[in-house]
């Protein structure tokens, strides 16, 4: 952790809570008994469709969760595994991860293609941007997507993020969306 992440570093804030309850989900921190739902989730070609990475296989699911757990120690903030809560069964994940390629936290989710098209995106989004900007006080946000999903480009602008670059890192239609605490 560079001294500029150890100025951000929201571990030793006062707050504590990291599990957060909506109306449909339970959102909590990865841990290593959930590899295998991150493994079906990032290996999927239908869910991995709208990024830029694509699938990805178990050993680089096992090198993304633990990277998710480490940023949560070092960091107090990341990714979380999405429970639906009347079924018990795994949706996805949303969160925070630290780019080396920004000076913010850059919002993160997948959903299994089993669960779109029922608002739980937007309920998980709007979950975490409110937990980032309220209790882990950050002061801006950012967002990656590929102009070419609509979907995610529409729940970015619905959540109240704007776009500040059609072309991030220099990527043709690669957008990054932003929102800075009022």
Excluded at 56 to 64: C, E, F, L, P, R
Excluded at 88 to 103: I, N, Q, T
Aim: glycine share 8%; charged share 25%.
């Amino acid at each position: 952790v560079d001294r500029r992440q150890r100025q951000m570093c929201i571990r030793d804030r006062p707050w504590t809570m990291r599990k957060i309850i909506t109306e449909r989900l339970i959102m909590r921190p990865f841990d290593a008994a959930d590899i295998n739902y991150l493994i079906h989730l990032k290996g999927s070609p239908t869910n991995m469709a709208g990024t830029t990475v694509g699938p990805i296989d178990a050993t680089q699911a096992t090198i993304q969760l633990d990277h998710y757990r480490q940023q949560w120690k070092d960091l107090g903030l990341g990714m979380w595994s999405l429970t639906h809560k009347a079924s018990g069964e795994f949706v996805g994940e949303c969160g925070y991860v630290k780019r080396p390629d920004l000076d913010d936290f850059s919002l993160r989710y997948t959903l299994s293609d089993s669960w779109w098209g029922q608002g739980l995106t937007p309920e998980a989004v709007q979950a975490a941007l409110h937990y980032g900007l309220n209790n882990a006080y950050l002061k801006e946000v950012s967002a990656l997507a590929l102009a070419s999903n609509e979907r995610s480009c529409r729940i970015l602008e619905t959540s109240g993020m704007s776009v500040v670059d059609n072309n991030f890192g220099g990527r043709s239609n690669f957008r990054r969306y932003q929102l800075t605490q009022k």
